[in-house]
Nanobody, 126 residues
């Protein structure tokens, strides 16, 4: 089992920045990738980006490319989501997720991840 705990959410004005953190604990040695998803009010959970734990390759949804950056600290078992130039449409509950090597499912869909954090609210005001 892997436990994930997010932190860093809050209220920010449009154009501002926030950094989310996701600390992993438990059986993290099998982690292949970690991702950030978000769920805007009244909408389905959507992929934001992910990072491969060993090589560090990252992938992002088009709407956040150039504004959001995912990074990791292997020693701390922590992944970060740096969000710059925030827009009101970025308002959502942000979730951290992890998948182990060999886990099935599509990597850019929620079903592709077996472990989830509790979520942290990000609100971007005009």
């Amino acid at each position: 089992q892997v436990q994930l705990v997010e932190s860093g959410g809050g209220l920010v004005q449009a154009g501002g920045s926030l950094r989310l953190s996701c600390a992993a604990s438990g059986r993290t040695f099998s982690t292949a990738a970690m991702a950030w998803f978000r769920q805007p009010p009244g909408k389905e959970r959507e992929f934001v980006g992910n990072i491969h734990w060993s090589g560090g390759a990252t992938y992002y949804v088009d709407s956040v490319k150039g504004r959001f950056t995912i990074s990791r600290d292997n020693a701390k078992n922590t992944v970060y989501l740096q969000m710059n130039s925030l827009k009101p449409e970025d308002t959502a509950v942000y979730y951290c997720a992890a998948r182990n090597a060999g886990y099935g499912g599509i990597w850019y869909r929620p079903s592709g991840y077996e472990y989830w954090g509790q979520g942290t609210q990000v609100t971007v005001s005009l």
